[in-house]
């Protein structure tokens, strides 16, 4: 036993390949999940049965039969039941505690919320000083019980709040619950009637960030908002290159084909909310939008997930759905893997044929809020899948997502959410 825990990769079992953390975790499990259905989101071993999780990280995946054998006494053995664990999802782009209070959540209520979704961790795309401190109180009080990458606003509208990130280290880890994720400029509002930067100021910003190392993300909604970003950051990756600086797009409304094409070669990712358009294709000045271009302009998500863009999910909670009307926000990533396949809105507009040739697949919709988000904040290594040595961000759901009937996606239930090895919601005891 002591040999093989050593050994990187066993091949063994019907499943295929048992994956087992290398000799960096000595001991037994504590918890061994089995008897389910595993979507692993990993290419090398996409279904598994089991999965072993020690000091708050996978240590193993594979077949109950490969995965069983690693028990002990101390080990705790959790009978999944054939229902599905995943890992957990990733909200790449929302503002559930900083804007909760518009919908009548404070910041407990909001990572309760959040929780009981499944989302593990998610990134807010608004978090000015006093924001950042009132993270670094709740995370120090350990209040903090999902993981949250903080985005630090540049500007809002026409109001610019100067170089504030200076004073941060890229990506700094205040703790393996919150970190810096990166910045945020606005670019445009009002569909794109509105802009907030000359090119020129933009390109001194980007550049300067992107000399530091940030990662910058931009709300670019119209097709002018996207030539005025892609511009900044290929003058800022002519001056001082690198191949990895994931520079995102938020929104991505209006793109034309050329400026596709420019964000795969500029190693970009598009940040997109599969709700969008739905219900606010009915808002004033969407129409007019559609109307400036070509409709196949907007909304393009599968082109995007076809392309070379790295393309990552998110809900915009509370923002989407206040948008509407309707108080209350969803923020579930399987109403929004229902969004991506569909193009439905919360509210039941049915989309239009534009609209229904961008549907993506279950499978395509289930990496925008997983490996694929891990992407979008650099955290590929360890989240987004399951594997040994990743973060134990879990979620357990009543039935799997790639089989059942396309319709039955929003009615999935999240019967648990795990985050570092910690239950941290629980709508079902067994499991828990
Ligand atoms: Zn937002």
Not at 413 to 429: F, K, N, P, R, S
Request: proline share 5%.
């Amino acid at each position: 036993m002591r040999l093989s825990w050593r050994l990187g990769v066993v091949l063994v079992g019907c499943v295929g390949i048992l994956l087992l953390l290398p000799a960096t975790s000595p001991g037994p499990p504590e918890v061994i999940y089995h008897n389910g259905v595993v979507l692993t989101l990993e290419d090398g071993l996409p279904r598994a049965e089991a999965v072993a999780v020690r000091n708050g990280r996978i240590v193993a995946v594979g077949s109950d039969d490969d995965v069983l054998a690693l028990r002990r006494s101390a080990t705790r053995v959790v009978d999944l039941g054939g229902r599905t664990l995943l890992p957990g999802f990733i909200d790449s782009h929302a503002h559930w505690i900083g804007d909760g209070s518009m919908v009548g959540y404070n910041a407990d209520l909001a990572i309760e919320a959040a929780l009981s979704r499944g989302w593990t961790s998610i990134s807010e795309q608004f978090v000015n000083g006093e924001r950042l401190d009132e993270l670094r109180a709740l995370d120090a009080a350990g209040g903090l019980r999902l993981r949250v990458n903080a985005y630090l606003p540049m500007n809002f509208e026409d109001e610019k709040f100067g170089h504030w990130f200076r004073g941060f280290e890229p990506r700094h880890a205040y703790s393996p619950h919150l970190r810096l994720g990166g910045i945020k400029l606005f670019l445009d509002h009002d569909w794109g009637t509105d802009f907030h930067w000359e090119q020129a100021e933009l390109d001194e910003y980007v550049l300067s960030a992107h000399r530091l190392g940030w990662q910058v993300t931009a709300h670019t909604i119209s097709a002018e908002a996207h030539d005025q970003y892609l511009t900044a950051v290929a003058r800022a990756q002519a001056a001082h290159p690198n191949p990895d600086a994931r520079h995102r797009a938020e929104h991505v409304i209006q793109l034309r084909d050329d400026q596709l094409t420019r964000m795969g070669e500029l190693g970009m990712i598009a940040s997109i909310q599969p709700g969008i358009p739905g219900d606010l294709a009915a808002e004033a000045g969407f129409p007019e939008l559609v109307a400036r271009g070509e409709t196949g302009w907007i909304a393009r998500w599968r082109d995007l997930v076809d392309s070379d863009v790295r393309t990552i999910g998110s809900t915009d909670t509370p923002w989407l759905v206040l948008a509407v009307g309707n108080q209350m926000p969803h923020g579930s990533p399987l109403e929004a893997i229902h969004q991506a396949v569909t193009r439905q809105s919360h509210l039941g507009r049915p989309p239009e044929d534009w609209q229904l040739a961008q549907r993506l697949t279950v499978d395509q919709a289930l990496r925008l809020f997983t490996i694929d988000a891990a992407d979008g904040t650099f955290e590929e290594n360890v989240k987004g899948s399951l594997a040994p040595g990743k973060y134990a961000d879990l979620a357990i759901l009543s039935d799997n997502p790639t089989t059942v009937a396309v319709d039955a996606l929003p009615a999935i239930q999240v019967l648990a959410t795990i985050v570092g090895g910690q239950v941290e919601h629980c709508a079902d005891t067994t499991l828990c």
